[in-house]
């Protein structure tokens, strides 16, 4: 299911058809369908493993798909990231059947089915491009699954451990299975947990298991989402400065970004006793607003702030690089309008690029201006998910 969403996301289909020679597995095929679950077009990935391969094996030892990792012509991040999978699964089948990790014994066309899915699923973000990994609560299922055993609770032995520490779901309307031994050791090498609190939706693609219940699609959801500055309440933190020399204002407004505020304004203002004073407000996530406020402690000759939370409503933002001459780049800010988008280049990397061309700044602006509307589309295309023609 993981492999299919790659699949809709973005991830070439040549990539994956080529995989399972990659790890040595030759003789194994790869079929990718676009197939319909109650409604939603997702996409279907089956492997066809033989049950027994050239060489006769007929089962593998945890131990040996490890090296089999090992051996694959796979990016340091990919093999690192594999290993650790199949070292945390074969210490939770290990503590099921009370036996070391490296006696686990998988069925032939089990061990490869995990090496692909797992070597598969970790390579298909480096694919498409995706740095970091987040997770909703956890669906589980409801019920019982059939095992080599005997009948299980949902989740399975396995499951349960690899899940330890995990926010989970179990009122969904799965019935049966819906996280795998193979899934929970996904989200326990990719996922860094819960999604931040501010971020941006830019697609989302589906991947199709075996099932097809009519009650629900039985699909994976992957959402492809990029950081966003902005938040929808924020703490404003407010004081009044009469005894700085005005020199330290910029010092000062570099502190509080860097510990986090979103944004700072200073105006002058009437103090007590007649004299000149500088009103400050700074914007600050709820999060970061302690470390905001010590650094204004820090960095100003305040005393006591003021803070009081307010709603914030902001067009929807993003930032696009545009190459303005031979390395020579700037970043562009989009906000998308009920009239359009509108842009503006970003003022501190217009300084520097004007310094490296030797031209002025207000050329450096016109020019990247100009070529900020070539560059939103190029974007666009970018962020488009590519559906994989069926075959």
């Not at 650790?84 to 032939?108: K, Q, T, Y």
């Not at 969904?172 to 819960?194: C, D, Y």
Request: aromatic share 4%.
């Amino acid at each position: 299911m993981l492999l299919g969403a790659l699949l809709s996301a973005g991830a070439e289909r040549a990539w994956l058809v080529a995989l399972p020679a990659r790890l040595g597995f030759a003789d194994v095929k790869v079929r990718i369908r676009i197939v319909s679950r109650c409604g939603i077009q997702a996409t279907k990935v089956d492997f066809d493993i033989p049950a027994g391969d050239s060489n006769g094996h007929h089962g593998r030892h945890l131990g040996e798909l490890i090296e089999i990792v090992r051996r694959a012509p796979l990016s340091s991040r990919v093999k690192t990231q594999s290993v650790r999978a199949f070292e945390l699964l074969g210490a939770a089948e290990g503590r099921v059947h009370g036996i070391s990790a490296d006696a686990v014994h998988l069925h032939e066309v089990g061990a490869v089915d995990a090496v692909l899915d797992i070597v598969g699923g970790i390579e298909g973000f480096e694919q498409i491009d995706v740095h970091e990994v987040f997770n909703l609560p956890v669906a589980v299922g409801n019920g019982w699954v059939e095992a080599e055993h005997g009948r299980l609770p949902v989740p399975a032995p396995a499951t349960t451990i690899l899940l330890e520490g995990l926010e989970l779901s179990n009122n969904g309307p799965v019935r049966g299975e819906a996280t795998t031994p193979t899934g929970a050791t996904l989200l326990r090498v990719l996922s860094k947990g819960q999604p931040p609190d501010r971020w941006r939706l830019l697609g989302s693609s589906w991947g199709a298991g075996e099932r097809n219940p009519t009650e629900y699609p039985n699909t994976l959801r992957l959402i492809l989402a990029e950081p966003a500055a902005e938040a929808g309440v924020v703490e404003v933190i407010a004081t009044d400065i009469d005894d700085m020399q005005p020199e330290f204002l910029e010092p000062l407004r570099d502190a509080l970004f860097a510990a986090g505020a979103l944004d700072c304004a200073v105006w002058t203002t009437g103090g007590k006793k007649g004299r000149v004073s500088l009103r400050l407000e700074a914007l600050a996530a709820p999060g970061d607003t302690e470390r905001v406020v010590e650094a204004l402690f820090a960095n100003s000759t305040s005393a006591g702030v003021r803070r009081w939370s307010a709603v914030r409503s902001t067009l929807a933002r993003r930032e696009v690089p545009v190459e303005i001459a031979p390395s020579v780049t700037v970043r562009i800010k989009i906000w998308e309008g009920p009239g359009g988008m509108r842009c503006k280049p970003e003022f501190d990397d217009v300084i520097k690029a004007a310094a490296a061309l030797r031209l002025p700044a207000v050329e450096v602006a016109r020019r990247a201006q100009l070529a900020a509307e070539t560059a939103m589309g190029d974007a666009a295309s970018r962020r488009k998910p590519r559906q994989p023609k069926e075959k």
